[in-house]
């Protein structure tokens, strides 16, 4: 009796190629979907309203942050106007965003060091963006990938989600998937990798009821359930 060949084991090398084939297929089709066309769904005509309208993204959805922004903006003109606003306020202004104690006080004391070290510019640097009062990694990445043209990843909660649900991390952590995807994305992706999920996110892979079966994504997702039960 013919002795059974040992199955030959996968590399890493191999595992990863195999990985990038794929995360190189769903681009594609992202791209197909809806373009390479760049959109930031926070409202803003410059820097420093796009860095204030994240701060206030917190925990609270872009619509209701551009329908405060609207009205925040012209009365708060300027980075100077900001610097000066009175905190009682500014925290009426921004109640409907939720967390507008910490938010208030974030946007004066970001307002403040934009004008007494910056000269009233938003830096470019990561490092010193996480500097100001109320940036981290995310905010930061938003300026740099949607004002600076940098390469960057922001993961958000659309971006966390979904990259699991493709297998491109098993991490919960924001900073861990940020390398992961940095590692595993061509750079000039990353910022529209996330501007494509962010909209597979709001309107068909959404976290309550997402449309599988309507999904452009469902023969390369490994987590759509309608293809599965095609495999059994």
């Known amino acids: ?7 030959k084991r996968t590399t890493e090398k191999q595992c990863r190629e195999q990985k990038q084939a794929y995360a190189k297929r769903v681009l594609e089709l992202l791209d197909q979907e809806y373009t390479t066309e760049y959109r930031c769904y926070l409202n803003h005509e410059n820097a420093w309203q796009l860095l204030f309208a994240t701060i206030l993204s917190a925990q609270c959805t872009d619509a209701r942050v551009n329908l405060v922004t609207a009205e925040l903006f012209q009365k708060y003109d300027s980075i100077e106007a900001f610097a ?3 905190l009682k306020e500014l925290e009426e202004d921004i109640r409907p965003t939720g967390f507008f104690h910490n938010k208030a ?12 070290e910056y000269g009233g510019e938003v830096p470019d640097s990561l490092e010193a963006l996480i500097k100001l009062p109320g940036v981290g990694r995310k905010t930061a990445n938003v300026i740099r990938g949607n004002i600076y043209h940098q390469p960057s990843i922001v993961v958000d909660t659309h971006v966390k989600r979904i990259s699991r649900k493709l297998k491109f991390t098993e991490s919960d952590d924001p900073v861990k998937i940020e390398f992961e995807l940095m590692e595993l994305l061509p750079e000039d992706h990353w910022i529209l990798y996330n501007i494509h999920i962010i909209r597979l996110g709001r309107t068909i892979c959404t976290a309550r009821s997402p449309k599988c079966a309507e999904c452009f994504l ?8 309608t293809e599965k039960k095609k495999g059994n």
Not at 105 to 116: F, Q, T, V
Not at 218 to 225: D, F, L, V, W, Y
């Open 1 to 7: 009796m013919a002795e059974k060949k040992p199955k």
């Open 84 to 86: 000066k606003a009175d």
């Open 105 to 116: 006080k974030n946007l004066i004391g970001c307002a403040r060091m934009l004008s007494e």
């Open 218 to 225: 469902r023969k390369e997702c490994p987590s759509c359930p």
